[in-house]
Nanobody, 125 residues
């Protein structure tokens, strides 16, 4: 059974930084497409950052230049480094992985097989 566990959420002021981590059990981290999604107050779950199995990364336009997704080999986690945080970045952040696809192209929440429970990020102005 695959389990993804997020950590690192918290409360910061606008302009601050946070790093989220996703650890996996029963799944080889990074072997397939993995992504970070966030669910905002409107209840929509949007893709924020994706990492293809072959290391290519994709970002939502709203976070380009501020967020970086990478695999931390020392910790064996998929991390999301978030800089210059804005109030609109607030929400529940989820780590997700596809069961077999190495590519993240055109991935939607419905395509991802495995999900963590989420970690909350609050950015105050």
């Amino acid at each position: 059974q695959v389990q993804l566990v997020e950590s690192g959420g918290g409360s910061v002021q606008a302009g601050g930084s946070l790093t989220l981590s996703c650890a996996a059990d029963g799944y080889t981290l990074g072997s397939t497409c993995m992504g970070w999604f966030r669910q905002t107050s409107t209840n929509e779950r949007e893709g924020v950052a994706f990492r293809h199995a072959y290391r290519l990364t994709l970002y939502a336009d709203s976070v380009k230049g501020r967020f970086t997704v990478f695999k931390d080999n020392k910790k064996n986690t998929l991390d999301l480094k978030m800089n210059s945080l804005k109030p609109e970045d607030s929400g529940m952040y989820y780590c997700a992985a596809h069961r077999w696809s190495e590519s993240c192209t055109d991935m939607t929440p419905a395509d991802l097989t495995y999900w963590g429970q989420g970690t909350k990020v609050t950015v105050s102005s």
